[in-house]
């Protein structure tokens, strides 16, 4: 069966108000991204050259697809969006060839915004290659290098890859030129948290007096995927007793699932 190796949006929709927490990082992917798509001629002027790439490190889940979304949304660009690990597990033997496809894409769209998730699949350090399997992923991150060292900086594609594992990453991919700009995406604090929160339950229909700063309080260690998923449960809560208002109590017994839905798939929390 033909599986699409690439996910192609026109324009995405994401704008930078339904990002909740991240004001530094968003400043910061807009002046290293946005800028010089929007304004070639500054950087000219100056006589600096604008990082082609850049990597936003940080857990599933913080928003980081959502940045490189936005950005695209902003400058009116064309979002690529490739996974690493699909690389490795669907597309084997082929990495090399959609890579350079990507890329040829990108200039003939331009301007674009090449999004690589999961990066690290593609992009780890390693120790030897013996299979042919990891002499694979070798060749596709050698073609991502050359793609990356052969366009100009102020040419208008911008790369922007993303992982939470920095610390496996093959030193080369960070070296001046290509992902040489790298922006960590944290988890949301008390503050971030409510602002997630508010942005997801602008949509809904919801009591009154819903009290948000608990809500944030009850959320420590949440990241804005989970809030999602808690704002998503408490709707279905009040669906379930046909009641056409989410209450609190609808919330904090979401809170509550999603704990436990954590609790199987991160057992130990260092
Ligand atoms: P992954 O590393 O798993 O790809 P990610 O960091 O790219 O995760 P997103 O895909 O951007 O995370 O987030 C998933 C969903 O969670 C978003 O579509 C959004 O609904 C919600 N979300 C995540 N972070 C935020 C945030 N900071 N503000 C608002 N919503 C968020």
Redesign the pocket.
Known sequence: PYVKAMEVIERPN?KYK?????SKQIQEVRETVELPLKKPELFKKIGIEPPKGIL?Y????????????AVASETNATFIRVVGSEFVQKFIGEGARIVREVFELAKRKAPAIIFI??IDAIAARRIDIGTSGEREVQRTMMQLLAEMDGFDPLDNVKVIA???RIDILDPAILRPGRFDRIIE?PL?DKQ?RI??FK??IKKMNVEKNLDIRKLSELTEGF???????VCVEAGYNAIREERDLVTMEDFIKAIEKIKGRKKEVEPEVP
């Open positions: 994401v339904d990002i909740g927490g991240l936003l940080g857990s599933p889940g913080t928003g980081k697809t959502m940045l490189a979304k998730d999961e993303a992982t939470n995406v949301p971030g602002e997630i942005i997801h990241v804005g995927a989970d809030i999602k998923a």
